[in-house]
T-cell receptor, first 116, second 115 residues
């Protein structure tokens, strides 16, 4: 049973529209992330947050923005969608644990965005 | 430079046989973690197995085992007794402890299990 929820699962929208992809987790994790993935390709980190009111940009430049007002909620917003934004967006969360790298990410089911 | 390299875009295996998915990595950080995730066609990412750089033994989780060869910087995933439900995309990923960023993923291997 997933403890991290993404909505919508699928979205088809016209160019220029504003969209928000929702991500919520019920595990109390302090860290949350957004990855972008084109079909059959690797995941690229676009945003991450280490806690409330903390957000950072990831390795892949993105025109999207994020906010972290509550621990459990990490929405991603595109102010003006374009066809180049067509992709799958995966939200994940993790909790800081242990001295080494055992910081397992739990992923949501993803949001597949198509911009016409 | 690529931090995670998966050289097999696609692999086929007969049901009930074992299969090895290759993964090599590049890091100068002495402390790091290696992960394997499975992504079925439905799109979600499912965590399979983890290996820490200081772990003495290879990690195992049920039918999954990680063949960790530190000197060669490889972390191959071995799936024993393949099942039809194992057909999916498999991603190798690394987290360097010194890095403030999170997982870096490889390009993935599409595994197809044949009946």
């Amino acid at each position: 049973e997933a403890d991290i929820y993404q909505t919508p699962r699928y979205l088809v929208i016209g160019t220029g529209k504003k969209i928000t992809l929702e991500c919520s987790q019920t595990m109390g994790h302090d860290k949350m992330y957004w990855y972008q993935q084109d079909p059959g390709m690797e995941l690229h980190l676009i945003h991450y947050s280490y806690g409330v009111n903390s957000t950072e940009k990831g390795d892949l430049s993105s025109e999207s923005t994020v906010s972290r007002i509550r621990t459990e909620h990490f929405p991603l917003t595109l102010e003006s969608a374009r066809p180049s934004h067509t992709s799958q967006y995966l939200c994940a969360s993790s909790v800081t644990s242990g001295p080494s790298g055992a910081n397992v990410l739990t992923f949501g089911a993803g949001s597949r965005l198509t911009v016409l | 430079a690529q931090k995670i390299t998966q050289t097999q875009p696609g692999m086929f295996v007969q049901e009930k046989e074992a299969v090895t998915l290759d993964c090599t990595y590049d890091t100068s950080d002495p402390s790091y973690g290696l992960f394997w995730y499975k992504q079925p066609s439905s799109g979600e990412m499912i965590f399979l197995i983890y290996q820490g750089s200081y772990d003495q033994q290879n990690a195992t989780e049920g039918r999954y085992s990680l063949n960790f060869q530190k000197a060669r910087k490889s972390a191959n995933l071995v799936i024993s007794a393949s099942q039809l439900g194992d057909s999916a995309m498999y991603f190798c990923a690394m987290r360097e402890v010194s890095s403030a960023r999170q997982l870096t993923f490889g390009s993935g291997t599409q595994l197809t299990v044949l009946p």
